[in-house]
């Protein structure tokens, strides 16, 4: 695959993996990469309001939980490389690799 120049809106639901759902750790590593990704990564529970990845008090505040549909949205550069990243993270069981 060539290098990711996507330019369009990227969406894909993810169900959260981590035992705990995104909480302390798990959200603090979803922060971590989403600011080390090139497209900015916003997360919203199905039907909410998104949120930016890269926010730890936006992550908590989300109170996604082990099992809950979450979605992620990108635009612009490297959307889809940056979404791909991101849920493959979130649907990792992070507990597990403690």
Do not use: F, N, Y
């Not at 302390?24 to 080390?36: E, F, M, Q, S, T």
């Not at 529970?45 to 908590?60: F, I, K, N, Q, V």
């Amino acid at each position: 695959m060539s290098a990711d120049t996507t330019t369009g809106a990227i969406e894909r639901t993810v169900t959260v993996g981590s035992r705990v759902g995104l909480h302390a750790r798990p959200a603090a590593a979803v922060v971590k990469l989403a600011g080390a990704q090139p497209a900015v990564v916003r997360i919203a529970r199905e039907g909410g309001t998104p949120a930016d990845c890269r926010s730890l008090l936006s992550m908590l505040a989300l109170g996604a939980g082990h099992g809950d549909a979450v979605v992620l949205t990108a635009e612009g550069e490297g959307a889809a490389a940056s979404v791909d990243a991101l849920a493959e993270l979130i649907a990792s069981d992070m507990d597990a690799e403690a």
